[in-house]
């Protein structure tokens, strides 16, 4: 049965900022607690406005940073927005066509790749290989682009420049020397001047201007501050976050953004929110046909929807749109709520890897906004909005259950079912699968868990079209049959989001 968040529409400045009975505070925590977050930044957009920005626990643990408003974060795969905008900006002054090939502006690139355009590099639609995958890869190496570029330059194209999309930072590193090599400006001081200090951004670099945010090395006086005593400029001062491995050892912040164009963005989360809502608008980009190159779906010329630009992913309901990734030692989510009745937008950056923000963030969003509720119950189920339609969801994910050696039991076309009854149902597929060894170890537990095995996910289309893929939280079984302290459960709660989340996006 469908359930809405709230049953009265909230105005904005409502106090009453929660979702199916629980505050943001309390799904930030516990989702914390669950991922083993040490610290995050929030920060919520109701355009114009920025009602809230919250920081929660350590942005640097070994120092005792407190995350705060003015923490930065190196921002990840957001940083492609940022070359994205770059990019059209130089289109909108007619210095770059974007149906150009890429040769013509840069000469030295093999001939196999000269004939990309420079929208397809944008679109990640180039078949271009991905220099990250490459052997000796190093993320600082500096030199000539062809240096750069390392062995991967030699690489055959994935597939015919654009037939299909395959995420790639070699296109975005690309994208950063066009940019150089037409504006007659370096890549950083491109987006400094034309984004960054458009627009105000205070706590907004790359990682070499992380110098230049004046920050106290608190380890000199027992972790704790004394600079603002004296100095007004380490009154709630700006400060990099930190990120530590297994061992206690620091993460590199250079490793975390080092690649020109699709990583190398330092930013408070209060800051990207700013930066979007300039970005949602005419600001950054003026004319509204050319932002929607960069955040609009598109066809492939086999008719297939794409729905994904520059690190944009594009959704069905009320217009969502997300900018999602790790790098390492961090992880960065930026939503937008594209929807005329209200403009919501959910950052949240913190400071561990391999973090999926997504159905946070729907729900974070549903507290601000009914509308954005998914309309099911998210305390009982897993959910996630699918950018693909049904039969295609289904299909990447008995592909991702392939992959992993987990054997399928049996799938059920329900849509099919109730055809051959003579009766309508909107496409609705559930997948049943899972391991024997694992699943028998809880059977061993408590036998009567065997009525939750084996696992299921479901994938159905909704009345406004949008794809949904959900399961039961494993963690309210556990509860209900007194394994909530079960090895097993949140190992195979991780496992059944991996699942979802390779169904769901395209990349």
């Known amino acids: 049965m469908n359930t809405r968040g709230h049953s009265i529409m909230k105005m904005r400045g409502s106090a009453d900022i929660s979702y199916l009975g629980r505050t943001v505070d309390q799904m930030v925590w516990d989702f914390m607690d669950k991922e083993q977050i040490d610290g995050l930044t929030l920060a919520i957009v109701q355009a114009p406005y920025i009602p809230?920005?919250?920081?929660?626990?350590?942005?640097?643990?070994?120092?005792?940073?407190?995350?705060?408003?003015?923490?930065?974060?190196?921002?990840?795969?957001?940083?492609?927005?940022?070359?994205?905008?770059?990019?059209?900006?130089?289109?909108?002054?007619?210095?770059?066509?974007?149906?150009?090939?890429?040769g013509n502006y840069l000469p030295e690139l093999?001939?196999?790749?000269?004939a990309v355009t420079v929208l397809c590099l944008l679109r990640h639609a180039s078949g271009i290989a991905d220099y990250r995958t490459a052997e000796g890869f190093d993320p600082r190496r500096g030199g000539t682009l062809t240096e750069r570029l390392g062995p991967v330059?030699?690489?055959?194209?994935?597939?015919?420049?654009?037939?299909?999309?395959?995420?790639?930072?070699?296109?975005?590193?690309?994208?950063?020397?066009?940019?150089?090599?037409?504006?007659?400006?370096?890549?950083?001081?491109?987006v400094t001047e034309?984004?960054?200090?458009?627009?105000?951004?205070?706590?907004?670099?790359?990682?070499?201007?992380?110098?230049?945010?004046?920050h106290e090395d608190v380890?000199?006086?027992?972790?704790?501050?004394?600079?603002?005593?004296?100095?007004?400029?380490?009154?709630?001062?700006?400060?990099?976050?930190?990120?530590?491995?297994?061992?206690?050892?620091?993460?590199?912040?250079?490793?975390?953004?080092?690649?020109p164009g699709f990583s190398d963005i330092w930013a408070s989360a209060q800051d990207i929110s700013h930066w979007d809502i300039g970005l949602a608008g005419s600001v950054l980009i003026h004319n509204p046909e050319n932002r929607a190159l960069i955040y609009a779906p598109w066809k492939l010329p086999d008719g297939r929807t794409v729905p994904a630009v520059a690190g944009w992913q594009f959704y069905h309901h009320r217009g969502l749109m997300d900018i999602k990734g790790s790098v390492p030692g961090y992880s960065s989510f930026l939503s937008r709520f594209t929807d005329s009745s209200e403009l919501v937008c959910v950052t949240l950056l913190a400071n561990r890897e391999g973090v999926d923000f997504t159905n946070l963030g729907r729900r974070i969003a549903g507290a601000y906004g009914d509308l954005l509720s998914t309309n099911y119950d998210d305390n009982r189920l897993y959910l996630t909005e699918g950018q693909i339609p049904v039969k295609e969801t289904v299909e990447r994910l008995e592909n991702a259950l392939k992959a992993?050696?987990?054997?399928?039991?049996?799938?059920?076309?329900?849509?099919?079912?109730?055809?051959?009854?003579?009766?309508?149902?909107?496409?609705?597929?559930?997948?049943?699968?899972?391991?024997?060894?694992?699943?028998?170890?809880?059977?061993?537990?408590?036998?009567?868990?065997?009525?939750?095995?084996?696992?299921?996910?479901?994938?159905?289309?909704?009345?406004a079209g949008s794809t949904w893929l959900a399961f039961p939280r494993l963690d309210n079984m556990a509860q209900e049959y007194g394994l909530s302290g079960h090895p097993v459960i949140p190992k195979m709660q991780s496992l059944l989001e991996k699942l979802v989340r390779t169904a769901a996006n395209v990349y």
């Open 110 to 114: 093999p001939d196999t790749w000269k």
């Open 404 to 463: 992993q050696d987990i054997p399928l039991f049996a799938k059920f076309d329900h849509a099919k079912n109730a055809a051959d009854a003579g009766l309508t149902l909107r496409p609705t597929t559930v997948l049943v699968f899972g391991s024997p060894k694992v699943g028998t170890g809880l059977m061993q537990a408590d036998q009567s868990i065997s009525l939750e095995l084996p696992l299921r996910i479901s994938i159905w289309e909704d009345e």
């Open 52 to 102: 809230r920005v919250t920081g929660y626990g350590y942005s640097d643990r070994g120092q005792k940073r407190l995350a705060s408003p003015n923490t930065m974060w190196p921002v990840g795969p957001v940083s492609q927005a940022f070359a994205a905008v770059a990019v059209m900006q130089l289109y909108e002054q007619g210095i770059v066509d974007v149906n150009d090939p890429a």
């Open 153 to 190: 330059i030699c690489q055959p194209l994935h597939f015919t420049p654009g037939t299909d999309v395959e995420q790639s930072a070699t296109n975005f590193l690309l994208l950063t020397e066009i940019v150089e090599r037409t504006s007659g400006m370096s890549y950083h001081d491109f």
């Open 194 to 214: 034309r984004q960054i200090h458009y627009l105000g951004l205070q706590h907004t670099g790359f990682h070499e201007d992380l110098e230049s945010f004046p």
């Open 219 to 259: 380890s000199l006086t027992d972790n704790v501050h004394q600079a603002f005593k004296s100095d007004k400029q380490y009154i709630n001062p700006t400060e990099p976050a930190a990120s530590y491995h297994e061992d206690g050892t620091l993460f590199n912040p250079a490793d975390a953004a080092s690649l």
